[in-house]
C-alpha cells in the first residue's frame, strides 16, 4: 500500500529534526551534490521542500521541487511564502513530469524506493535523465536494500525501525517507523535491489552509478561521540548514490 503523505505531512516533517537525518543524511547528501552555485536544479519528490531550500541556500539557481503529495507541497509553500527563497514547487508524480531537460542537477531523496516493480524504477530514472543535460548530475539516497532484516531494530537508538513483510524479494514492503515525541508514523516503501537499480539507472542512459557509505558530520561526531553511530556506519539503513546523464 502506497504511503499517503498528505496524512502525515506534518509528522513526516518532524522526522526530518532526529539527529541521524541532519548528522548523517543531510551531512553526506550535501558532500556528494558538492559545488552546486548557479546549478539549475529539480528536486524530485522534494517533500515539504526540505532539500530544496537547501540547495538554494547553497546558491543552485533556479530550483524547482516536485512531489506526489499536495499535503507536502502546502507545507513547501508556506515556508516559501514566510520566507521566500524563489522557489518553484508543483504537485506531480515524477515519472510523468515533462519540464525543461536542460537541468544540471537532479536530485531525489527517499523516491526510487517508491518504485514497486522494473517497470516503474525504469520510469523513474527515464524520467530523471529526461529532465538533464548531457553530463548533469543525479545525487539521492534511498533506503539500503543490502540491510539485512535481522538489522531493521538497530535503529531503536536513533528513533527509527523497519519492518519486512514476507521475505526480502524484488518488491517486498519495507515500513519505516519514525518514533517521534509526537507519536509513530509508519512509511512504506519497496525493496530492489542494487543490481536492479543499476540496470534501470543505465537503461535510462544514466551512467558512473557510484554508491556511497553515509558519514557522520563533526558536529555530530562531537555532539553524540563516534561510538553512537557505530551501530548505523556498521549496518547502514540507507544508502547513497550518484549517476551521470550520458
Ligand atoms: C520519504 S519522503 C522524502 C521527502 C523529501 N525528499 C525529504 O527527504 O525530506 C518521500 C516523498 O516521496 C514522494 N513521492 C513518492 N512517489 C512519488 C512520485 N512518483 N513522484 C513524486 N513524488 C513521490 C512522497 O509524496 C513523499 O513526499
Not at 13 to 21: E, N, V
Not at 50 to 59: C, D, I, N, P, V
Not at 89 to 99: E, I, N, R, S
Request: charged share 20%.
Amino acid at each position: 500500500m502506497t504511503t499517503d503523505y498528505d496524512q502525515i505531512a506534518k509528522e513526516y516533517q518532524a522526522s526530518k529534526l532526529q539527529p541521524w537525518r541532519t548528522h548523517i543524511e543531510r551531512y553526506t547528501l550535501l558532500r556528494l551534490t558538492g559545488q552546486v552555485a548557479n546549478l539549475k536544479s529539480l528536486d524530485l519528490a522534494c517533500g515539504d521542500g526540505y532539500y530544496t531550500r537547501l540547495l538554494r541556500r547553497l546558491g543552485a539557481n533556479p530550483v524547482t521541487g516536485v512531489d506526489l503529495s499536495q499535503g507536502m507541497i502546502d507545507l513547501a509553500r508556506a515556508q516559501e511564502t514566510a520566507t521566500p527563497l524563489g522557489l518553484q514547487y508543483a504537485v506531480g508524480d515524477a515519472t510523468k513530469l515533462q519540464l525543461e531537460a536542460d537541468h544540471d542537477l537532479v536530485f531525489a531523496a527517499y523516491l526510487l524506493n517508491y518504485a514497486r516493480t522494473d517497470a516503474e524504477l525504469l520510469a523513474m530514472c527515464e524520467a530523471i535523465a529526461r529532465h538533464l543535460k548531457p553530463g548533469g548530475r543525479f545525487v539521492g539516497v534511498n533506503n539500503n536494500p543490502d540491510d539485512p532484516p535481522s538489522n531493521f531494530d538497530t535503529g531503536l537508538v536513533y528513533g527509527y525501525s523497519k519492518k519486512l513483510t514476507g521475505q526480502l524479494e524484488e518488491g517486498a514492503p519495507i515500513t519505516w517507523r519514525f518514533h517521534l515525541p509526537e507519536g509513530t508514523i509508519e512509511v512504506t516503501n519497496y525493496h530492489l535491489s542494487i543490481p536492479t537499480m543499476e540496470r534501470a539507472m543505465h537503461a535510462a542512459g544514466l551512467e558512473n552509478v557510484r554508491w556511497h557509505q553515509p558519514q557522520v558530520s563533526p558536529e555530530g561526531r562531537q555532539q553524540w561521540g563516534d561510538a553512537h553511530w557505530l551501530p548505523f556506519l556498521q549496518n547502514t539503513p540507507i544508502t547513497f548514490f550518484e549517476a551521470t546523464k550520458r
